[in-house]
């Protein structure tokens, strides 16, 4: 089956054809690691986790790349502001790199915890200075830089289509000349390939350069790594959308200049915001809900997972509580279900539950239709004529592009809520007992029997049986 996908590029859902039989090359922009990931963030990773292993699912043999921002990324688009790592290391006393490492670890404690594929190579872009000065200097000798007040610049006025892939309008953008701040810049859309005169002269990530010392922008990072890894034309690039403007604007500017290569990327592919009550959920705004307090909350991360599969990634998703209680109960029903399903053998999958599986597979397939994909399990699940074996099979063979670790509905069934309200009145019952309370423990036997309940004494303690 064929993978389609909405390409932002063309605005349209295109068939993904790889540039090499076979392959497939995906780059993800990855964390800018100076402080946790917030959630939405890390929808973001779950729809990229969900491509990596569509492809994988469609035969593909992927690289897939993801890079670490480390240093470059200013708090403000426009080359202005500070570097986000230095002005974190600052406000808590810590080295940058000691900051680097922390959050780095984080991150992929909350991608495992998501049960998110480790892309098969993930680079830090302090690792790559001389792979971005490579880039800066090719981009001088095709005449497409300028130094000015000490700083490196991309001239955007010396190719022919800036701003393709954002649609921008650049006379609009002269207008908007007049709010730019970096007074050194012959277009206020020229971007910073190389800092030498950082106001921050304590800068403490700083390397030697032909240009002086100082320290990359952010964009040249993600086109230095991309092809190193992947090769100056590859298939897949993707980010979310809030990098379609400037950041990945820029990189297409800077790389098809430098590699000489049109189309540098075939397809691009971008995740929407997760919004808060008051809109995107930013970092910047320090309002973040980050997966560790979900956690602390009593959520598993594997309901934030679901949550985000009930969304597709071109949507816009409101969290809220609500919604991530829903989408913990009907994660966890589905866990009870294929626990009682697991017990049960079959052989293979015959037609009735492979039908389910195809409408799966074309919901996938078909630009990550993932909301889609979960309806058509739950329609096989409930579907009483699919023999049980065969619905656990086919789940885990599901799962396999789900990423919700469905095979551990086998080991242990996940508790109701209810049950847990229940054994914890069982408990205050003992007590009760144990005090000599017997109108209270007997008011809490009724309350169990209104729950559906039947409190059953034995010599070893009391137990409950579901009436
Ligand atoms: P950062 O760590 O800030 O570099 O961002 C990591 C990724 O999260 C990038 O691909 C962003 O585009 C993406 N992102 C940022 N905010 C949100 C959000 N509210 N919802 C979804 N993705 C986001
Ligand atoms: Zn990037």
Same mark, same amino acid.
């Given at each position: ?55 994988? &699912? /469609? ?17 403000? +688009? ?8 230095? &002005? @974190? ?82 006379? +609009? ?29 304590? $800068? ?22 991309? @092809? ?25 500017? $800077? ?22 009550? &008051? ?12 997966? @560790? ?22 949507? $816009? ?10 989408? *913990? ?52 699940? *409930?579907?009483? @004529? ?7 099979? /086919? ?16 080991? &242990? ?28 423990? +007997? ?25």
């Amino acid at each position: 089956m064929t993978v389609r996908l909405y390409d932002t590029m063309s605005r349209a859902v295109k068939e993904f054809v790889p540039i090499e039989e076979g392959k497939a090359g995906l780059y993800c922009c990855g964390p800018t690691v100076y402080n946790f990931a917030h959630i939405g963030n890390l929808r973001t990773f779950i729809f990229e986790d969900l491509l990596h292993r569509t492809l994988v &699912k /469609a035969g593909y043999s992927l690289t897939h790349v993801m890079n670490i921002t480390d240093v470059g990324h200013l708090t403000g +688009d426009g080359d202005d502001g500070e570097d986000k790592m230095e &002005k @974190s290391a600052r406000e808590s006393g810590r080295s940058v790199w000691d900051i680097a490492e922390y959050y780095t670890k984080a991150f992929f404690d909350d991608e495992k915890d998501l049960n998110i594929i480790r892309p098969d190579i993930v680079c830090k872009a302090t690792d790559h200075i001389n792979d971005m000065i490579e880039i800066i200097k090719k981009l001088e000798e095709g005449g497409h830089t300028y130094i000015s007040g000490g700083n490196v610049y991309f001239s955007i006025d010396t190719i022919d289509d800036y701003g393709k892939l954002a649609k921008l309008n650049l006379d +609009d953008l002269k207008e908007g000349a007049r709010i730019e701040v970096d007074s050194n810049k012959r277009n206020p859309k020229d971007f910073v390939l190389w800092f030498t005169n950082s106001k921050f002269k304590d $800068q403490a990530m700083q390397w030697p350069s032909p240009w002086g010392t100082g320290y990359p922008g952010w964009h040249i990072e993600c086109s230095a790594m991309s @092809s190193r890894y992947l090769g100056s034309h590859f298939d897949i690039h993707c980010g979310g959308i809030d990098a379609i403007p400037v950041h990945h604007t820029n990189e297409i500017a $800077q790389s098809e200049a430098a590699f000489d290569q049109k189309p540098w990327v075939n397809y691009w592919c971008h995740g929407e915001f997760l919004l808060n009550d &008051k809109g995107k959920m930013s970092k910047s705004s320090g309002e973040f809900l980050t997966l @560790s307090l979900l956690k602390e909350k009593g959520y598993d991360a594997l309901d934030y997972r679901y949550f985000c599969l009930g969304g597709h990634y071109r949507s $816009q998703l409101k969290f809220s509580f609500e919604s991530l209680d829903q989408a *913990r109960s009907a994660r966890q029903t589905l866990m009870r279900r294929l626990a009682e399903c697991s017990r049960a053998k079959a052989d293979g999958i015959s037609e009735g539950a492979r039908h389910y599986l195809d409408a799966f597979y074309e919901a996938m397939f078909n630009d990550l239709k993932a909301p889609q994909a979960l309806a058509a399990l739950w329609s096989m699940m *409930r579907d009483s @004529s699919i023999p049980d074996g065969e619905k656990w099979l /086919a789940a885990l063979e599901m799962d396999s592009i789900l990423g919700l670790s469905l095979e551990k509905a086998q080991e &242990k069934e996940e508790p109701q809520e209810a049950d847990s309200e229940a054994l914890s009145l069982l408990e205050q019952r003992s007590e009760a007992k144990k005090a000599k309370n017997y109108a209270l423990a +007997d008011e809490i036997r009724s309350r169990l029997a209104s729950m559906g309940y039947k409190v059953v004494d034995t010599p070893k303690g009391a137990t409950l049986e579901k009436l």
